[in-house]
């Protein structure tokens, strides 16, 4: 079936270092891809998203661009700041539909002044 | 605009008990998803609810069922709840037709058990 595989966490990153947080997936046809961030205490917030291949999704200094040819969306930024300390979920929406998200599970990010 | 709201915040109940979480989406909205985020599991797909009607459901078992009101507020409800139903609940919105291409999540419910 279905999958999303991300990289496990914790990440531990200084300030203003670059940022790939990897993401590779299983699905049939062209799935959409979304990168959703989950701040302490709060819920999922849509980063970004791809709907078709070679696509690059961009957001508030991260991006991720969609690669049917090695089936993955790796999240990165150039320069990651404190506040962007979080967890972070890859996931697909499979070209089937049935309006059902398959999650990865998820790294989490901490960034050190 | 508001956006999705759930209730309560937290929620601890023992072993055998029940448990009704609630979700007011956008105003506007029409579907309404359920997701289970279990520790160490990631985000779990659990219930889709359009116009009142259930439309897809993840693999839980029966004792995880809901219900769509005419206002488009759902609710989720857990029947003899066990230790590993410990989680935080996420409810999520979106247009009717749109899915998860323009859903808006909730802060969550999150569910103790003792």
């Known amino acids: 079936g279905d999958s999303v595989t991300q990289m496990e966490g914790p990440v531990t990153l200084s300030e203003e270092a670059f940022l790939t947080i990897n993401c590779t997936y299983t699905?049939?046809?062209?799935?959409?891809l979304f990168w959703y961030v989950q701040y302490p205490g709060e819920g999922l917030q849509l980063l970004l998203k791809?709907?078709?291949?070679?696509d690059k999704g961009s957001n508030k200094g991260f991006e991720a661009t969609y690669r049917k040819e090695t089936t993955s969306f790796h999240l990165e930024k150039g320069s990651v700041q404190v506040s962007d300390s979080a967890v972070y979920f890859c996931a697909l929406y499979p070209s089937g539909g049935y309006n059902k998200l398959i999650f990865g599970a998820g790294t989490r990010l901490a960034v050190h002044p | 605009e508001a956006g999705v709201t759930q209730s309560p915040t937290h929620l601890i109940k023992t072993r055998g008990q029940q448990a009704t979480l609630r979700c007011s989406p956008i105003?506007?909205?029409?579907?309404v998803y359920w997701y289970q985020q279990a520790l160490g599991l990631g985000l779990q797909f659990l219930l889709w609810y359009d116009e009142g009607e259930e439309r897809n459901r993840g693999n839980f078992p029966p004792r995880f069922s809901g219900r769509q009101f005419p206002n488009y507020s759902s609710e989720l409800n857990v029947n003899a709840l066990e230790l590993e139903d410990s989680a935080l609940y996420l409810c999520a919105s979106s247009l009717g037709g749109q899915g998860p291409l323009a859903q808006h999540f909730g802060d969550g419910t999150r569910l103790s058990i003792l």
């Open positions: 699905a049939t046809g062209y799935p959409s």
């Open positions: 791809a709907t078709k291949a070679d």
């Open positions: 105003s506007g909205h029409t579907s």
